[in-house]
């Protein structure tokens, strides 16, 4: 297998455009990567693109207008891992041989309010339980009656997330929320309250791959795909049969939540581990997500979540930050473009080109989603 | 079926979801599966074991009480065709079978929830349907 490296990323904000197709959108991230490469689209051989709301194939929609060359283009709907599955198949792509350079993109126009998911039974809809913070509120609550986690605990991770959110120009939410704002909001799904929550929106991100021997040709700061992985979850999990619709779990089993399973393979993979990681951007659907992956990522110890977030260890100027873009919750989630957008605040943070928001000496960045179905999505980058 | 009294023909939210009360002080039963080789026990029945992988299980009506895993509720309205009272409790609770259901919970006040706490099977009315008819789902009731 050979190395893989990105050598360009691209961007279209995350928030609402109104009367913008999501055609547009997905231009703007595939150009700005294209730029940002110094590559023009014709030395592209393959694309990949992550979408879940805009139906038949939304990557050929979007790439037919930037330039039909013929390529193979792939769509993938792998709910919130949708963009890393697409990354992942790129990387494969490269790595094996079959082509040079590809591209991985996702793009996003969710509908707005709650999502209206189609990954549950039908009898379930018709008992209102198909919403989603319904299983992560569950979560939350196991993980407070578990380990003492507090609701301003929870609160603190949006802070957090509000107040670097408010430093980049691309998340849809760009003002810092105090504590009060946040447990003064309304509440959702006991524990999680309205502000705790990420919001559906629109936006796209993109990632160009090549071989670590191309990449010298193209930038002098390739960042490598160390490791890049996907799994779904084992039987007998406390948190995983709640995301796959319709069915129920096991009361007599607790197998490895599929966060952790997918995270130890990327970590193998990489030859690298979680004391290596110098910024971190994982699936904060909301509060009480991003203080349970703390801990199934391998950042702190089962039960220390909440202690990481008192400590201020996530904070970007912290032992290991965490969502320094302002993550899901200050930025949305366009559901196919979340796992590229990771991707890109990774790579410009292991450039240095993060700004404001800048880590200091970040060699290693891990980037992770999860969600319908239980797919997860690792990804592993170092420069 | 007398769920509540009601003169509105009441129609379950799914076929073989539930059994309903065979008579007078009976209840109402879920209907689940559950594998011969491992024993794990599974809510809808399926053919399948989700554990062995093999097509090993038989029919199993669960039992009617069990513990309550984790709770939460729903304050806002959802999307899917729901047109029920808001708000209401959702929660997980383990079944003596060692199923863990997630279930609407006729208790939407976390205050008055709490893990472990004992629980059992009622059936709920919900929303009238287009047909008219008055769908019925399943929830559990904490036991006073
Ligand atoms: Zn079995």
């Known amino acids: 297998m050979r190395d893989v490296a990105i050598i360009g990323v691209g961007i279209h904000p995350f928030g609402r455009f109104a009367g913008k197709e999501f055609t547009e959108i997905g231009q703007v991230a595939v150009l700005d990567a294209l730029r940002d490469a110094g590559i023009p689209w014709k030395e592209v051989q393959a694309a990949f693109c992550g979408n879940m709301t805009s139906g038949t194939a939304a990557g050929h929609r979007v790439l037919a207008r930037v330039g039909m060359t013929g390529i193979p283009i792939v769509n993938v709907e792998n709910a919130c891992a949708s963009g890393g599955s697409a990354l992942r198949l790129a990387t494969q792509a490269v790595a094996t041989g079959l082509y040079d350079v590809a591209l991985a993109f996702g793009v996003e126009k969710m509908p707005r309010g709650f999502m209206a998911m189609t990954s549950y039974d039908r009898w379930q809809m018709l008992q209102g339980m198909a919403i989603n913070p319904i299983g ?39 003002k810092a929320l105090s504590l009060e704002e946040i447990m003064n909001s309304p509440m959702v799904c006991d524990p999680l309250r309205l502000l705790m929550l990420c919001a559906p929106d629109e936006g796209a991100a993109a990632a160009i791959v090549t071989t670590g021997e191309n990449a010298r040709k193209y930038t002098s700061q390739p960042v490598f795909v160390a490791a890049a992985q996907l799994g779904s979850p084992l039987y007998g999990t406390t948190f995983g049969t709640i995301a796959v619709g319709g069915s129920s779990g096991s009361a007599r089993m607790s197998a490895p939540e599929v966060s952790v399973v997918t995270a130890q393979k990327a970590y193998e993979q990489a030859g690298l581990g979680p004391q290596d990681l110098g910024c971190v951007e994982l699936q904060d659907t909301e509060s009480g997500s991003e203080i349970i992956y703390y801990e199934q990522l391998g950042l702190c110890g089962p039960g220390e979540g909440g202690r990481l977030l008192d400590e201020g260890a996530t904070e970007i100027n912290g032992r290991i930050p965490v969502n320094t873009s302002g993550g899901l919750i200050a930025k949305g989630e366009p559901v196919g473009a979340s796992s590229l957008g990771q991707v890109h605040e990774l790579v410009l943070q292991l450039r240095g080109q993060a700004g404001q928001r800048q880590v200091a000496g970040a060699r290693v960045g891990l980037s992770h989603t999860v969600g319908a179905g239980g797919n997860c999505s690792v990804i592993i980058l170092k420069r | 079926m007398s769920v509540v009294p009601s003169r509105k023909n009441q ?134």
């Not at chain 2, 959802?78 to 060692?98: A, H, Q, R, S, W």
């Open chain 1, 136 to 174: 992560m509120a569950l979560n939350t609550r196991w993980h407070m009656d578990t380990y003492g986690t507090t609701a301003i605990q929870l609160a603190k991770v949006s802070v957090k997330s509000h107040k670097n959110g408010a430093l980049n120009p691309n998340a849809m939410y760009r």
């Open chain 2, 11 to 144: 129609v379950p939210v799914q076929e073989g979801l539930f059994s309903m009360p065979a008579g007078p002080g009976e209840s109402a039963r879920l209907l689940g599966s559950r594998c011969k080789v491992c024993g794990e026990a599974f809510f809808p029945a399926q053919a399948m074991c989700a554990n062995c992988c093999t097509e090993t299980t038989e029919p199993v009506v669960l039992g009617t009480r069990g513990k309550l895993f984790s709770y939460t509720n729903v304050n806002h309205a959802v999307p899917g065709g729901y047109k029920g009272k808001i708000p209401f409790g959702v929660g997980t609770v383990d079944l003596p079978e060692g199923v863990r259901v997630t279930t609407r919970l006729t208790e939407h006040d976390t205050s008055k929830l709490r893990k472990g706490m004992e629980v059992e099977l009622v059936l709920e009315p919900l929303f009238e349907d287009e047909q008219g008819n008055e769908l019925v789902g399943f929830a559990f009731k904490p036991v006073r």
